[in-house]
């Protein structure tokens, strides 16, 4: 099953609509809910940060029976050192993101944290892709 | 704690979820980023946070926390009431500070997680 969504720069108040219709036919597909979990969190920060960091862009799922793949391709500006976004408490975020509850530095490590396999690309002035690979057993 | 309790110990009005108050609860966490609020991995304590905006109500969305407080004299707007609805939570407003709202809990029994 393959789902494409589409985020924009800086909308906030639909922050979260990709994450949740992925939850939804994960659950549809009676994926065990702790799985759905960690899939879920680690899309929604991956979601967010396209939308508080970046020039908005697409979320593209890839669903069979066995994992999860998401890929969260976004349109800019990049990461200049990712390994120092890597870390926690590390954050670039504005007031606007940090009054939204998000912006501790805690993202990509929370990201890390929930997948199987994770694949940060970056390209200042390009873009950045963070694909994500959850497995179901 | 039944939510009923922790309710009437916040002096919190619920708005929604009425047909849940019988539930106990015996953990809650309090804070007010909502990634701290995702890092709790398979519990569902009671949330206690300040951030009062839709964030609030999708975070517990993804993370499956489905009880809130909102502290601080925060009030929910219809659009967050109606989501959580939605989703079959439920959400309180306490008038109470965070750390008042948090000692209350714990005096009544509710553990931390960690």
């Known amino acids: ?137 | 704690m039944t939510l009923k309790e922790i309710a009437e110990v916040l002096e919190a009005k619920v708005l929604c979820g009425h047909d849940r108050l019988n539930e106990e609860h015996e953990s809650a966490f309090a804070s007010d980023l909502m990634s701290d609020v995702l890092t709790l991995g398979d519990y569902n304590p009671v949330i206690l946070t300040g951030l009062c905006n839709m964030q609030t109500i999708r975070t517990c969305e993804m993370g499956n926390l489905d009880i809130i407080v909102l502290v601080r004299r925060k009030k929910a707007s219809e659009e967050m009431i109606e989501e959580a609805e939605d989703e079959g939570m439920v959400v309180m407003e306490s008038d109470f500070s965070m750390f008042k709202a948090c000692g209350l809990l714990y005096q009544g029994g509710m553990q931390p997680i960690f």
Do not use: C
Request: hydrophobic share 45%; proline share 4%.
């Open chain 1, 1 to 137: 099953m393959h789902l494409e969504y589409q985020v924009f720069e800086a909308d906030f108040v639909n922050a979260g609509a990709a994450s949740s219709a992925i939850k939804k036919t994960l659950k549809q597909l009676n994926v065990n809910p702790q799985i759905v979990k960690r899939v879920v969190v680690a899309l929604y920060e991956a979601e967010v940060n396209a939308i508080a960091h970046a020039y908005g862009g697409m979320i593209y799922a890839d669903i069979d029976a066995d994992k999860i793949i998401v890929k969260v391709v976004d349109k800019g500006p990049g990461i200049p050192d990712i390994e120092w976004a890597m870390q926690e408490g590390n954050s670039t975020a504005s007031p606007e993101v940090r009054n939204m509850g998000f912006g501790a530095g805690m993202g990509l490590p929370n990201i890390r944290k929930n997948v199987d396999r994770l694949d940060v690309q970056s390209t200042v002035g390009v873009g950045t892709s963070v694909e994500m690979e959850v497995r179901f057993v």
